[in-house]
Structures are given as structure tokens and as C-alpha cells.
């Protein structure tokens, strides 16, 4: 898409400029004037000199993407007049003309001018402050997994400066590495199902999770699952990965729910530390402490294969809380994970005496329902770059109806 809206963009700057240098007087129907001739060669030259800069990387993303626009400008105005090269034959200046239709032939071959493969292209470089560093050692140190480095590889999807490197070569100060990431097949059976998004880049999906639904179900039923509704939604925009979910969520917990677009990725934000923040209604009356930490190792139920329970020889299992407010017998807390257990901040919360409202299987007994947890806010560090991104979901309309009475 960016590569037509380059050429796009180009083609209609060249044409604008072909007609106003037909306005001039040196350029007329009459013939071909050598002066015009040889403005456009020197032209030509230029055109050349962009092309070969930005095709070896050499130049900065964004001003290597300004001449790529001048680029096809030119192209479209210098090939009008090399439609009427026969006339510089004529002249008797076949070299020259020959000259000119090889420097149209270099624009034309740019290799910055046309898409690359399927999947988003990453590009990193060395600082120039830094030593030399080995390759392989440079993307572990981004996070790149030994595993994908060797499928860049095999894959010849690694550049450096360029060039296209199948070893682990010493970069040097100023290097530029840079690699498109593999396109995957999905298995999933697709769903088409309504996705609300709540942030998308290249590298990932957030998305708002609604209550009553599983995240991930890799069965080949047809078992109604986020994953398979983002499956779809990768399938529709033509996204060339598999479904790799960061974070997870209980089939009636609601909230921000993560995926990866590659197996790189994944690994990447699941090694990367994910900060949690849930909103929860409780039961129980007020609290004692109105904010402290929950530091009660977890293990599953002897007999269940779903239930949980406080258990001094479980796993560790730490979740701080702050009561926001408290009204009616309900409690508003926010709940933010240390660890990631199952069922984690219910087992926490029941424990403390003020289980999750609706939570039937950690609180009292009731007919089936869904219990009032939302996962309101996840942080992580954005891969490659040492920006924080913060990505919330409003609470949806069953929480606000029964917090704040609204209809």
C-alpha cells in the first residue's frame, strides 16, 4: 500500500512538472531541443544517484521515502521525453540518447519502488557509538530468539545494510539490519464474529474480549473463541501470521486480551514483563486494609482439573490490591498481578474473604452467571524501541449498570 501511494504520489508530481515544462518556450511541438536534452540528462543523472542511495539503505527511512517520491515524479516526467528519443537520433547524439534511456532503465529497477515479500519489515541499527557486535548477538540482545534467527537465515530474510546475509557476520558501528518477518499458516478454523480493537501496529492486536467467550481453542470444532475471531480478521487483511495470544483471559472475564503477528513476536512480549490491571466488584462488605498484597502461593484442587486453591506448598502467587471505593455491600478494587496463575485474583480475592460478585465457583452458590472482572489495562515495553505502551478497555455495560446504576 505505502509503495503505491509513493508511485501515486510521484506519478502525478511528474506530470504535473511534464506539462508545465511543455509551457515553456524551449520545449515546443516542433522538435526536441538539445538545451531541453540536456537539462533532463543532468536530471536523469540525479535520478539515478537517489535511486542507488535508497536502494542500498544508506540513506534515513523517512528521507529515503521523500525521494522515492521524487523518484517516480522524475521517472514520469523524463520517460515522456524519452519517447521521443528517436528525434536525439536524428540529431546524430545516439550515445547521449542510449545514455539517457539506461538511466530511465535504473529508475525503472529500483528496487525501493516496488513491495517487498508478505509480513512487516523490521529495520534496527547499530548505534554509532557502539563497538562492533556480532549479528546473532545483536538480535538476541533485541529479544530475537535463536530459534528465528536461524529461520531468518535459512529463510534469506535477513539484511545488513542491504545485502542479504545468511552468517553471523561482525556489524560494525552505523550498520542497519534489517529483516521481513516469515509468513505463517494459520490453523485455526477462521470465525466471523464481530472484533472490537482496541490498538493495532504491525508487530501486534489488542483487542477487547466480551464476557461468555474462551480466548484460545485450538480444536478443530467450531467452538466460538477470540482467537478464531482474530483469525478471521488476519485472513480478511491479509495478514500472513498464525494467532499467537500474549495474555489470556477466563471465559467471563472481559477486557484487553493481547495477540503477537509472529512467532517472534511471541516471544518477545511473553519474555517482556506484561503489567495487569484488573477492575473487580467483591462482595463481603468493606475491606479491612484498603490496599496491600496478596502473597498466598496457588495450586489446583486435589479432584478438578479447574478449581484452585490457597495452598502453602502451590506455586508463588502475589497480587496487590487498592479498594478504589465501596457502596451497597459491593467493593470497587483494582487488582494488579505479580505472577500469573490460574484463576489467580479470584482465588486471592475469595481467600481474603470478598469473592468476585457473580463468581460461583469461589463465592456463594447461585444460578450461572458471569463474575465482574475486567481486565482494564495492560503495560508492556514496545519490541524493538524502549517506549512503554499502556492500552486500556472502557468497563463494559453490565459493570457500569450494576456499579453506577446505569440503564
Known amino acids: 500500500m505505502t509503495e503505491c501511494l509513493i508511485v501515486g504520489l510521484g506519478g502525478f508530481i511528474g506530470s504535473v512538472v511534464r506539462y508545465l515544462i511543455g509551457l515553456l518556450p524551449l520545449s515546443h511541438s516542433s522538435g526536441f531541443p538539445l538545451k531541453t536534452f540536456f537539462i533532463n540528462i543532468i536530471g536523469a543523472f540525479l535520478i539515478g544517484l537517489v535511486a542507488a542511495l535508497a536502494a542500498r539503505n544508506s540513506l534515513h527511512p523517512r528521507l529515503a521515502l521523500f525521494l522515492k517520491v521524487g523518484i517516480c515524479g522524475g521517472f514520469t516526467t523524463f520517460s515522456s521525453f524519452a519517447l521521443e528519443s528517436q528525434q536525439l537520433v536524428d540529431?546524430?547524439?545516439?550515445?547521449?540518447?542510449?545514455?539517457?534511456?539506461?538511466?530511465?532503465?535504473?529508475?525503472?529497477?529500483d528496487p525501493g519502488l516496488h513491495p517487498g515479500p508478505e509480513g512487516a519489515v523490521m529495520e534496527?541499527?547499530?548505534?554509532?557509538?557502539?563497538?562492533?557486535?556480532?549479528?546473532?548477538?545483536?538480535?538476541?540482545?533485541?529479544?530475537?530468539?535463536?530459534?528465528?534467527?536461524?529461520?531468518?537465515?535459512?529463510?534469506?530474510?535477513?539484511?545488513?545494510?542491504?545485502?542479504?546475509?545468511?552468517?553471523?557476520?561482525?556489524?560494525?558501528?552505523?550498520?542497519?539490519?534489517?529483516?521481513?518477518f516469515l509468513p505463517e499458516a494459520c490453523t485455526l478454523e477462521p470465525e466471523e464474529a464481530p472484533l472490537s480493537i482496541l490498538k493495532e501496529t504491525e508487530l501486534y492486536l489488542a483487542v477487547d474480549k466480551p464476557a461468555g467467550l474462551v480466548t484460545h481453542n485450538a480444536g478443530k470444532e467450531r467452538t466460538p473463541a477470540l482467537s478464531r475471531r482474530v483469525a478471521w480478521y488476519f485472513q480478511t487483511q491479509g495478514v500472513p501470521s498464525a494467532v499467537h495470544p500474549v495474555s489470556r483471559l477466563d471465559r467471563e472475564t472481559t477486557g484487553v486480551v493481547l495477540f503477537a503477528k509472529?512467532?517472534?513476536?511471541?516471544?518477545?512480549?511473553?519474555?517482556?514483563?506484561?503489567?495487569?490491571?484488573?477492575?473487580?466488584?467483591?462482595?463481603?462488605?468493606?475491606?479491612?486494609?484498603?490496599?496491600?498484597?496478596?502473597?498466598?502461593?496457588?495450586?489446583?484442587?486435589?479432584g478438578s482439573i479447574v478449581e484452585r486453591q490457597v495452598d502453602p506448598e502451590g506455586l508463588p502467587a502475589r497480587t496487590r490490591y487498592q479498594v478504589l471505593e465501596e457502596k451497597n455491600g459491593l467493593s470497587l478494587v483494582r487488582f494488579q498481578l505479580e505472577t500469573g496463575r490460574t484463576h489467580q485474583i479470584r482465588v486471592h480475592a475469595a481467600a481474603a474473604g470478598h469473592?468476585?460478585?457473580?463468581?460461583?465457583?469461589?463465592?456463594?452458590?447461585?444460578?450461572?452467571?458471569?463474575?465482574?472482572?475486567?481486565?482494564?489495562?495492560?503495560r508492556f515495553r514496545e519490541p524493538f524501541t524502549p517506549e512503554e505502551v499502556e492500552i486500556t478497555s472502557p468497563l463494559p455495560a453490565d459493570f457500569r449498570k450494576v456499579w453506577y446504576n446505569e440503564t
Open 124 to 180: 534496527l541499527r547499530l548505534s554509532p557509538a557502539s563497538l562492533p557486535q556480532r549479528l546473532k548477538s545483536f538480535l538476541r540482545d533485541q529479544g530475537i530468539s535463536g530459534t528465528y534467527w536461524k529461520a531468518l537465515k535459512a529463510a534469506g530474510a535477513l539484511q545488513v545494510n542491504g545485502e542479504t546475509i545468511q552468517r553471523d557476520l561482525l556489524l560494525q558501528p552505523g550498520d542497519r539490519v534489517s529483516w521481513t
Open 355 to 378: 469473592p468476585l460478585l457473580g463468581d460461583t465457583l469461589y463465592g456463594p452458590s447461585g444460578p450461572p452467571g458471569r463474575h465482574f472482572l475486567h481486565a482494564w489495562k495492560v
Open 91 to 109: 540529431k546524430g547524439a545516439p550515445v547521449t540518447a542510449a545514455l539517457y534511456m539506461a538511466l530511465t532503465e535504473l529508475v525503472l529497477r
Open 262 to 302: 509472529n512467532a517472534c513476536l511471541h516471544h518477545m512480549l511473553s519474555q517482556n514483563r506484561l503489567e495487569k490491571t484488573y477492575l473487580a466488584l467483591t462482595l463481603g462488605g468493606p475491606w479491612e486494609k484498603k490496599e496491600g498484597l496478596l502473597d498466598w502461593p496457588i495450586s489446583r484442587k486435589p
